[in-house]
Nanobody, 124 residues
Framework: QVHLVESGGGSVQAGGSLRLSCVGA????????MGWFRQVPGKEREGVAG???????TYADSVKGRFTISRDNARNTLYLQMNSLKPGDTAVYYC??????????????????WGQGTQVTVSS
């Protein structure tokens, strides 16, 4: 059974940093594309970053240059390093994956499996 668990969320002031982690189990972690998403109440879940099995990464324009996605296949762990955080980054953050390679990495509909989410709050 596929299981994803996020951690690392919290409250920081604008300009601060956080690192999110997502531990995967029950599937061949190193073989599947993974992504980070975020959601605020009343809005659709939006793609933040995606990472291929070879480590190549893609980012939403809103986080380019500030966020870094990475993966440690030996530890079955996905990371999201978030620097220069802004109040607009406040959201619940989710990791996601799917056995099929996503046609559009930023579309939540492309991913079957999700973690429970971790809250990130950035104050001004």
């Amino acid at each position: 059974q596929v299981h994803l668990v996020e951690s690392g969320g919290g409250s920081v002031q604008a300009g601060g940093s956080l690192r999110l982690s997502c531990v995967g189990a029950g599937y061949p972690f190193s073989s599947w594309y993974m992504g980070w998403f975020r959601q605020v109440p009343g809005k659709e879940r939006e793609g933040v970053a995606g990472i291929d099995i070879d480590g190549s990464a893609t980012y939403a324009d809103s986080v380019k240059g500030r966020f870094t996605i990475s993966r440690d296949n030996a530890r079955n762990t996905l990371y999201l390093q978030m620097n220069s955080l802004k109040p607009g980054d406040t959201a619940v953050y989710y990791c996601a994956m799917d056995p099929l390679y996503p046609a559009d990495w930023y579309s939540a509909n492309e991913y079957r499996y999700w973690g429970q989410g971790t809250q990130v709050t950035v104050s001004s």
